[in-house]
């Protein structure tokens, strides 16, 4: 059983997370994927942030129906900050023994992982799998990553293609993929309803009409 962990602030969850999701469970495969919204996240708090509780709905709305993915309230039920380390630590408490768990995230979350909390550890915990996503203009190039892991990480990472990630005599795999580029952000669609614009096949039409109802980032 491999199953996936895809954590963020989804303030609000789009078309971007969902494909690439669904591109990595397809590919890779995974059984399952866990979205898992974050109550207080580290490094993204806005005070204008939304609350948890809606966007733990939208996540809902946005999974519904959707083989493989489940929503888990894991990070919304923990006090403090929405640490991705005790998220690892508790799937790997109550998965089943054998189940292979992997954490997915997009490569400018991945850009910054050195910055997490006891991201050494989580390095050491389990594989990751590093999302493409545009940055800027252009998608991040697989050489950007494996420079970013040599400075940054660690040395004695080496890609080997028929795996298709990093692989280090010591520490898991940092799987890299290619998913469906979308240059969709949740900053992108706050912006684009404040400014009175549609968001119209950048999410779900069930979130979409949520945040309608809610009267959300206006
Ligand atoms: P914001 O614009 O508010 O910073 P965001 O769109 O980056 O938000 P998050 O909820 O912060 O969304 O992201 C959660 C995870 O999803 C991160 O690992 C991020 O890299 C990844 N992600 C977000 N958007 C995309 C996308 N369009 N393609 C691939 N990965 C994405």
């Known amino acids: 059983m491999q199953i996936g962990l895809f954590g963020g ?9 969902l494909r690439a999701v669904l591109d990595v469970m397809e590919t890779f495969p995974l059984d399952r994927c866990m979205l ?8 993204k708090a806005r005070p204008d942030m939304a609350e948890v509780s809606d966007r733990l709905e939208m996540v809902r709305l ?6 493989g993915l489940e929503v ?3 990070e919304v039920r923990r006090s403090g900050p929405s640490y991705t380390v005790d998220t690892i630590r508790h799937f790997q408490k109550v998965l089943p023994s054998g189940t292979r ?3 997915l995230l997009g490569v400018d979350a991945f850009f910054e992982i050195d910055s997490w909390h006891a991201w050494q550890e989580l390095l050491g915990a389990v594989p990751l799998i590093v ?14 990553a494996a420079e970013f892991l040599r400075r940054r990480i660690r040395e004695g990472y080496c890609f080997d293609p028929e795996a298709g990630g990093f692989l280090h005599p010591d520490l898991p795999t940092v799987y890299y993929r290619k998913v469906t580029l979308l240059d969709i952000s949740s900053t992108d669609i706050r912006r684009r ?8 096949f950048l999410l779900p039409e069930a979130v979409e009409r949520y945040i309608v109802e809610r009267k959300l980032y206006r």
């Open 9 to 17: 602030t989804f303030d609000p969850i789009h078309n971007g997370h």
């Open 36 to 43: 898992i919204p974050a109550a207080a996240p580290p490094h």
């Open 62 to 67: 946005a999974a519904g129906g959707v083989e």
């Open 72 to 74: 888990s309230e894991v």
């Open 101 to 103: 768990i992997l954490l």
């Open 131 to 144: 999302m493409t996503r545009p940055v800027g203009d252009e998608p991040v190039s697989r050489s950007a």
């Open 193 to 200: 309803i404040q400014n009175g614009r549609s968001v119209r």
